[in-house]
DNA sequence: CAGTGGTCTAGACCACTAG
DNA sequence: TAGTGGTCTAGACCACTGT
């Protein structure tokens, strides 16, 4: 049982590299380390391909015990940074992974990137549910559920139309809230925890009216997502159905294979 | 430590459901335990809503240690079959959750909704791989390239026009094996391991040839989905980029938030 | 307050991969 | 054969939830 058996200078590895954790922090052992190891990776100081050194080694190395490190590694063989091979051990994935799909806000999305979203809000009132609304959100035919048209834009240029139903009372929506920022971002903020969503993505030609509503020549082709939200306890939150200018937009993901 | 504590008759808690393990079988105790609970929950026997009893009785009850009920609990969640809530308990979720998304074969999609898909093999040939294809596969460009074009039936009427490029010398590719079935099938037969793709799906109107091919009228609208999918390693296996015909299909995924 | 899941330990044996 | 990850155990203490 060596203890001491550092092959210290193989640039690369994480042998060289220092990791520690702070047992007086409220932030679990496991995601601290898990957290070093992502910003390693992320700042290349664990180059793509290279081992991470068995997980004995490391444990004793940090102080921790090998379930612990186990899970540190185990959460990012999940977000599809490192692979495992029995036998081989732990490297780091050589492809650009940046995110397994999220629930995607366009809102979001286009802060991200610098477009300077902002959204005009077309319609906004407490409607009884039509079939396929209730259908969707799994309420009964006629009950009261809110409606929200917004038109979306992009420096001043129209990006996408958005219908969105939400079942009634779920939470106080103002119509000044939903010009100023996304509506994911405020059923964050309202404390609902999302959970899962049903999507659908097609495409079609534009209407005369959508046509003019998105700057598009009629007939142009538009995509269409469609997309039920749900929370923890299974009940849905919103359903949404949504046109985006094809030329203008275009949905882009990144996905893990389930082993 | 009491070992018998049953509190059963309780309809739709696990306390009245036989969960039992074989420690004989090669197949690990927190898989054959996450099997039989995705398995009472899928055929209703453990009802949407229900709490799935604490661990440590779970544990007992089968004569497992609790990080092992843990394991297995933790993999329904990870598939969103279960929620867990500290201080509360295990729930099984209301929703139906199906799949949380997987790289979809066309093929298969097809050959499941008992669509009779076929294949018809446009072109297949060796080429030097053009500047966009190189940057997608991460080869020099130039380089050799396998070009396979397709046309995608279901009921003899046509339903996309698939074009892939793929890193020569990955696999020896039948034009006759691409007729009978998927090419993602085909490349998990030959043992490779598919990790993680990147997609991007948008819309467009069709060009006067993918009309005719797609017996479309020209200026259809037609989803399209370009796509490189990546092995363990990080090599690019594959780049994809088709278009569907709008008007007879639409993508469909179900996907969980990241808690 | 009692009960739940969340985290953590210090071991153990096994299956697989490589040289 | 040596080294790796895969699985498993039998405990422990803590944080959070509900009553």
Redesign the interface.
Known sequence: MVKQGDSAGTSGSSATLQFSVDRGSPVPLYFQLAQQLEAAIEQGKLA??SLLGNEIELAGRLGLSR?TVRQAIQSLV?K?LL?RRRGVGTQV???Q?KR????SSLYDDLEAAGQQPATRVLHYAVEPATATVAAALGVPEGSDVLFVERLRLAHGEPMAHLRNHLPSGLLTLGSAELERTGLYRLLRGAGIT????????????ATAEEAAQLAEPQ??????MERTT?D?????IEFGSHVYR??R??????????P
Chains 1, 2 share one sequence.
């Open positions: 793509p391909g379930p999940d599809g692979v994935v050589h492809s992974v397994p799909l999220e629930l999302l959970h899962s969503a049903r999507q659908t993505v097609g495409a079609r030609a007939g142009a082709p538009l995509l269409t749900f923890d306890t299974g009940r849905a094809a030329s937009y275009a949905f882009e993901f990144q996905l893990l294979v389930r």
